[in-house]
């Protein structure tokens, strides 16, 4: 298989896979870490105490 055939043309890609990138990025150790915008599209705190939770959720003292 060429390289060439392993290139991907950004205009393929649609909104769906564009709206993927904001909900998470990869951390340096390799973690999936969800974004506020993927918080936000959810629409509630799963009170896990995310990097970038939008609620305000402080799971060392359980509350918001």
Not at 21 to 43: A, I, S, W
Not at 45 to 53: D, E, I, M, V
């Amino acid at each position: 298989m060429k390289d060439e055939n392993l290139k991907i043309d950004s205009s393929d890609k649609n909104k769906d896979s564009e709206d993927l990138n904001l909900d998470f990025y990869y951390t340096p150790e390799g973690y999936k870490c969800f974004t506020e915008n993927f918080h936000l599209k959810r629409g509630y705190c799963c009170r896990s105490g995310c990097r970038h939770c939008p609620y305000g959720y402080d799971k060392k003292k359980d509350n918001f």
